[in-house]
């Protein structure tokens, strides 16, 4: 166990929905980083958050976006869904926000969009 | 920008067999390098990881990578798996001095082995 906590662990929707994948990070850490992965394309790095600030951003969508709330637990918001966006979703969070060269990741959220 | 090549998408061992799996990345500069496991239904793990020094690194679990700088090359490698070595592996690399977000990750190698 990471100390990672992400739900829900599976989620189905419809083209066109909207859904949000929830992250608690390890207690104490203040970062959280928001993973993509599909089959063609690997693990790709959407977005960090520090302390309830965007910290770095990669490659998501407009149709993505993402938020740290006081807790610093994160969410990430998927938006008009496509069947493209079916997908692994993993968070991972770090103790600080710059040059943390390790996290500790989630187990991910499979969301299946049909 | 750095980029990470991972050749062998799936491979497929018996038990007691030695293995070896292909990392390469593309960046002139100094680098971190890392390894990551990921077993079935569970979180991607960290298994070993280079920033300077002794360029054979030992992890955890009986693994170890050796960096070869001339070769952009830093190969997984472990003598004997077992079967509860079946799981995804990733190589990953990032600049000296930056942080995790930076992180790039190669699109991973599927291991089975059988017993």
């Known amino acids: 166990d990471s100390g990672v906590t992400q739900t829900p662990k599976h989620l189905i929707t419809a083209t066109g929905q909207r859904v949000t994948l929830r992250c608690s990070p390890r207690?104490?850490?203040?970062?959280v980083y928001w993973y993509q992965q599909s089959l063609d394309q690997g693990l790709q790095f959407l977005i960090q958050?520090?302390?309830?600030?965007?910290?770095a951003k990669g490659n998501i969508l407009e149709r993505f976006s993402a938020q740290q709330f006081p807790d610093l637990h994160s969410e990430l918001n998927l938006s008009s869904l496509e069947l493209g966006d079916s997908a692994l979703y993993f968070c991972?969070?770090?103790?600080?926000?710059?040059?943390?060269?390790?996290?500790?990741f989630g187990q991910g959220t499979r969301l299946t969009v049909v | 920008a750095q980029s990470v090549s991972q050749h062998n998408h799936h491979v497929i061992l018996s038990e007691a067999a030695s293995l070896e799996l292909g990392c390469n990345y593309s960046y002139g500069g100094t680098v971190n390098l890392f390894w990551y496991v990921q077993y079935p239904g569970q979180h991607l793990q960290l298994l070993l990881k280079?920033?300077?020094?002794?360029?054979l690194v030992k992890g955890i679990k009986g693994f170890e990578a050796e960096f070869i700088k001339s070769k952009f090359s830093f190969n997984l490698r472990k003598p004997s798996v077992q079967w509860s070595d079946t799981a995804e592996y990733f190589c990953?690399?990032?600049?000296?001095?930056?942080?995790?977000?930076?992180?790039?990750f190669g699109t991973g190698t599927r291991l089975l082995v059988s017993p």
């Open positions: 958050y520090y302390n309830g600030e965007e910290r």
């Open positions: 207690s104490g850490d203040l970062s």
């Open positions: 280079y920033f300077s020094g002794d360029p």
């Open positions: 990953a690399v990032n600049a000296r001095n930056t942080g995790f977000q930076k992180l790039v």
């Open positions: 991972a969070s770090s103790v600080g926000g710059g040059k943390d060269t390790e996290a500790f």
